[in-house]
């Protein structure tokens, strides 16, 4: 990776920090469609690409643990999944992120 895209990511974390979200617990609006498939997926992309570290492999129970509450609503996972195997969709009305800045 060059320094140009090092130095991008730079207070990443905390631009997050600033965000707002509103979590509709009883209704995920991200999951995964088969387990086995992500199993079976060797390299994981949805893990790096994710910006909100919402993707973690759970290396006990062998399964994608999903912080949902954590996502920005950016949609990148579901492009690098090589197999379509995200069920991704917008929170209902009034939930999830609030950008404050544009
Ligand atoms: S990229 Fe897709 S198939 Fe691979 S671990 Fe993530 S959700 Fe599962
Ligand atoms: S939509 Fe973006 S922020 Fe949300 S889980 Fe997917 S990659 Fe992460």
Redesign the pocket.
Known sequence: MSDKYRSDNEGLAEKLGRLKYVTDADNPHLA?KDVE??RQ?QD???IPRCPAET?RWNHEEQS?EIAFENCVECGVCKI????G??EWRYPRGGYGVRYKYG
Not at 80 to 83: E, Q, R, W
């Open positions: 995964t498939t992500c997926c994981k992309p949805c993707y994608l690098v999944c090589p197999y195997n995200i």
